[in-house]
């Protein structure tokens, strides 16, 4: 079960915190998440350096990821567990509003 300040803090999500989470469904690295997020969304989301270390960082301190390994002073994480709880959450709140949304269109 998640715990309510763990769900207050993280549901509903910022789009950068996210794109981070998902990204690290695979292990990587700050600047690699970065590249990422800007491929899958055709440049229109960026995530700037103080926004992404400072997001690790409390996502980290929070239990969603986990520091796996560094290589050339770039840090790898990972997604743990409670992440992945996260994550479901915050898709499903987003099917549902995409769902809403189409219905609500077709009812007009």
Known sequence: MIEDRIRRIYV?????GFYILFCLQKEMHGYHIGQKVKKMT?????ISPGTMY?????????GLIQFVKEEEK???????ELGKEILALEIKR???????????KTNE
Do not use: A, C, H, W
Not at 12 to 16: A, K, Y
Not at 74 to 80: G, P, V, W
């Open 12 to 16: 509903p999500m910022t789009e950068t």
């Open 74 to 80: 770039r840090k790898f994480y990972l997604i743990t």
């Open 42 to 46: 055709q440049g229109e989301v960026s």
């Open 94 to 104: 987003i099917e549902r509003l995409y769902k809403n949304s189409r219905e609500e």
């Open 54 to 62: 400072g997001t690790l960082s409390k996502m980290e301190k929070d």
